[in-house]
């Protein structure tokens, strides 16, 4: 037997190896940008697909099937993917992932597209689907194409991702990332930029919304963000880095823990709340644990049900002060 055997799982003299949780069951394809070939099998790294749209299609559902994308350039997609197979794992190979979710090498990409579908890059509405250090970006001036990512599934994960959207920036609505997952959670992901300016008068720009069944019958539900960065380089108040517009975009919970909101010196604007709602809560309640913010002015809005760690009113708690000679 040979050393390795990608159909089956990546094998040693026929023992699975098994970094992370990957590789132990399901098929095993490969993704490479700059040298693969959608007409290719995809099985091996010299035989790899040139897109995750491919990879993912040829992939089976509920099969814990494993993408692997090379780092060395950037997946560019036509058209958005539609994500609706369930527990694919997508893993970027740069080395081991960063635990800031910054840099990542394996990046995904969607440009300039002319159909009015193609409102985000991928649009995920499957379960238990895990990402894992990949940079998810999105330049499509579409005026549908408000998201750079639509998390709108079930217990989907996301390991050190970056998620960045460089259109649209003073568009309302706008964000990196539409959330109207259920039981999705996001570690030590980072989203937005501190070089584009966003947001304009009476227009919020986030870096994540909240917008209920924006994804008809998807609503954000027990949801966690821990140990996230979110970056702004804020032109108005109004931009914000989480932000929803309706009294029902949470619903039972969203934890927001341990997670840095900075907005950049270069700024035009400071943040008026890091996170914050249109209207009170009514279906559930948001908690901040350890907030951490810069160029803010208040952490979160006030009697929206947000609740933050030490300080319930959610004013101060958060804001980093600098240090006085």
Known sequence: MGLTNFPNGITSFGIPIVSGGFGAFGDVYFVDPRNGNDNNLGTSPDASFKTLSKAYATATSNNNDVIYIDGDSTVTETAMITWSKNRIHVVGCN???SPAGYGCGAKVSL?????AADTATIRCTGVRNTFTG?????SNTLATCLHGYEEAGEYN???NCEFYKSSLLTTDLTAEVLMNGDSSQFFGCTFGDMVNSRGASGKERPNVKFDRETVTGKVCRDAIFEDCTFLQKAAHVDACFMYGKNATDIERRLVIKNCIFMNCILATATVADAVNFGAAQTSGEVLMINPASTNCTAIAGASLNIYVQNAPDGTTSGIAEEIAA
């Open 95 to 97: 080395g081991v992932a």
């Open 157 to 159: 994960r996301y390991y």
């Open 111 to 115: 440009g300039v597209t002319t159909d």
């Open 134 to 138: 990949i940079k998810f970006m999105n």
